[in-house]
């Protein structure tokens, strides 16, 4: 006979376990001690086996019905309740570990160690930066608990601060995180997917920077007049002849500059691209490394810190300097003395629109062609090196505009 309510709340404990069947293999065991759970007796494989289904009153007798028939159309799939029960309960202890926060940290450190494609040391340090944003919104939730409302909620917090450029790359960051959690088989579908549009587009800003060469001229003297820090006009005198970004710059070290052969080379960690790249020095570019080295060499950072020289020249430092000479940030800035470089020598028609790439550091999505690139260059980039030093000499000189120095014989 079924059970009913009554029956339940008057059954009895005694000496003994009772058992009070309620059919289909489920019954309610009331204990000596007076507890009341719901078992289901059931054969799985030939074996018999019993399932715990809670107990009551937590589990009501219409509840302890559903939960039966969920086991048994289990059972009727060749599968064991106990074991799926199991494997449920497994699973929701992983995902409560598989947050956010801790998948993002995750993916953060296999880019970081991805050989060739891995993350340059100032992409991950603001790569990690952006991610921890997301941290008091969706950083503690399970990954697999996360809809595209939570993170467009999260990432409109920084656009609503004006930092549009900030939560576009959030949002790609938090794209990746989750597609990485997809491919670990700890998500089945990206939210992010959806939200293509969903943020303001930020204005592409251009940084500032001089390309007519009347103008150079007396941005080289007034650099040559910087009345700051000593350290900080030798940066600022040396970046045009390198022309490499203000990163690469500020975190060069005595070690990898070779004065004598004249190149300096910059490991692929340090670099935009995550590839080696090879500066050649003019004889200009050696002279002001030599001055730099009498005060900060022969090891460690280049360019270090007023405050400490275990830690490399502040990022803002080169740009403080240029506002200091008067220039503003739309007129000049650090990164523009590679602009600088690229439109000059291009518009002298001397060398190759490759040898200029290459040196500039600009990517190659073809292997085998940025590969040639290295080789077949080189000789034609020391050459560009030196031309370029002397005809930034001419512009230092004091005319309003310079021709460029005639093609060379052979």
Request: charged share 25%.
């Amino acid at each position: 006979m079924a059970l009913t309510n009554v029956a339940i709340r008057n059954a009895k404990s005694g000496a003994k376990a009772i058992k009070l069947a309620d059919g289909g293999g489920m019954f309610l065991l009331v204990t000596p001690a007076g507890g009341k759970l719901w078992r289901l007796k059931y054969r799985i494989d030939g074996s018999e086996k019993l399932l715990s289904m809670g107990a009551y009153p937590e589990i009501s007798l219409s509840e302890a019905r559903k939960r039966r028939e969920e086991a048994r159309g289990i059972i009727a799939l060749g599968k064991d309740p106990s074991r799926e029960k199991q494997r449920s309960k497994a699973r929701a202890r992983i995902q409560a570990t598989d947050t956010f926060a801790a998948i993002s940290n995750e993916y953060c450190a296999k880019r970081k160690r991805d050989g060739e494609k891995g993350w340059s040391p100032s992409t991950a340090i603001r790569s990690q930066y952006l991610l921890s944003l997301l941290t008091s919104s969706i950083g503690r939730l399970p990954i697999a608990d996360i809809e595209p409302a939570d993170v467009l909620a999260a990432v409109r917090k920084i656009e609503a601060k004006g930092n549009l450029e900030s939560a576009r790359r959030t949002l790609q960051l938090a794209g990746m995180v989750f597609r990485y959690a997809v491919a670990t088989a700890r998500l089945r579908s990206d939210p992010t997917r959806d939200l293509k549009g969903a943020l303001t587009a930020p204005t592409v800003k251009h940084y500032g920077a001089i390309t007519d060469a009347s103008k150079v001229g007396a941005l080289l003297r007034a650099i040559d007049g910087y009345d700051g820090s000593g350290i900080t006009r030798l940066a600022l005198q040396l970046a045009p002849h390198v022309f490499v970004r203000p990163g690469e710059l500020r975190h060069a070290e005595w070690e990898e500059i070779d004065l004598d052969a004249g190149v300096w080379n910059i490991p692929a960690g340090k670099m935009k691209m995550g590839k080696a790249h090879h500066v050649p020095l003019s004889k200009q570019a050696i002279a002001i490394l030599k001055l730099l080295q009498e005060a900060t060499g022969p090891s460690g950072f280049a360019f270090p810190s007023i405050r400490a020289r275990t830690r490399p020249m502040s990022e803002n430092t080169l740009n403080a300097a240029l506002r200091r000479l008067g220039y503003t940030s739309e007129e000049m800035t650090a990164h523009g003395f590679r602009a600088m470089a690229s439109t000059l020598l291009n518009e002298s028609g001397r060398f190759n629109p490759d040898a200029i790439e290459r040196a500039l550091a600009h990517g190659d999505s073809d292997k085998v062609r940025a590969a040639y690139h290295r080789g077949a260059h080189w000789k034609e980039r020391v050459q560009m090196a030196q031309w370029w030093s002397e005809y930034l000499d001419q512009l230092r000189k004091g005319a309003d505009g310079v021709a460029f120095p005639a093609r060379e014989a052979g």
